[in-house]
């Protein structure tokens, strides 16, 4: 099974800050990972599919990049609606595995 | 507007049964796969298996195989997740989620309390 691990666990910055999360894989995934933002009693929301592609709706102002075995998520100027847990997500070998999380929490 | 609506919350003993469903709606039903996910309190996302209602097909993380059965029920457009033989460990929150390359709409979840 692909293990992917994330970090930091938390991110503390301030609206407005840019954010960058990190997820890497034990093997490589090709571009096949994604990004979900989760927040509090809500399902997760669906933010970047095939690392770089935004799914729709979701702001410009998050971005993906990265291929085989690392991976970043940015969030170029921070919302107070950003701030959540973030979990890659890999499909690229089965069964499909999550990261741990990123939690991106207001200083 | 693609919609999937689950059960609502379950409360049970070790060693009970559990159906638990997610009916879609907005789509065409057997066009996508549909996953389910767990998430054990205060914890993260684990991949449970993911059946193709379009060819009643199932594949299951082997980590859940024989513990959980996935369905899918076409002439509803509805999944289901069950369980013979509930355990305490059982108790998590699951999702369903429409599934082609990857999980994009998710059900609002289903919490199962399982305890004595």
């Known amino acids: 099974e692909i293990v992917l691990t994330q970090s930091p666990a938390t991110l503390s910055l301030s609206p407005g800050e840019r954010a960058t999360l990190s997820c890497r894989a034990s093997?490589?995934?090709?571009?096949?990972l994604a990004w979900y933002q989760q927040k509090p009693g809500q399902p997760p929301r669906l933010v970047i599919y095939?690392?770089?592609n935004r799914a729709t709706g979701v702001p410009a102002r998050f971005s993906g990049s990265g291929s085989g075995t690392s991976f970043i998520l940015t969030i170029s100027s921070l919302e107070p609606e950003d701030f959540a847990l973030y979990y890659c997500?890999?499909?690229?070998?089965?069964?499909?595995?999550f990261g741990q999380g990123t939690k991106v929490e207001i200083k | 507007e693609v919609q999937l609506v689950q059960s609502g919350p379950e409360v049970k003993k070790p060693g009970e049964s559990l159906k638990i469903s997610c009916q879609a709606s907005?789509?065409?039903?057997?066009?996508?796969?549909i996953a389910w996910v767990r998430q054990m309190p205060g914890k993260g996302l684990e991949w449970m298996g993911i059946?193709?209602?379009?060819?009643?097909?199932?594949t299951y993380n082997p980590s859940f195989q024989g513990q959980v059965t996935i369905s899918a029920d076409k002439s509803i457009s509805t999944a289901f997740l069950q369980w013979n033989r509930l355990k305490a460990s059982d108790t998590a929150t699951y999702y369903c989620?429409?599934?082609?390359?990857?999980?994009?709409?998710w059900g609002q979840g289903t919490l199962v309390t399982v305890a004595s």
């Open positions: 989620a429409r599934h082609k390359a990857v999980p994009d709409y």
């Open positions: 907005g789509y065409t039903f057997t066009d996508y796969w």
């Open positions: 059946t193709y209602p379009g060819q009643s097909q199932t």
């Open positions: 093997q490589s995934v090709s571009t096949y």
């Open positions: 095939d690392a770089s």
């Open positions: 997500h890999q499909r690229s070998d089965w069964p499909q595995t």
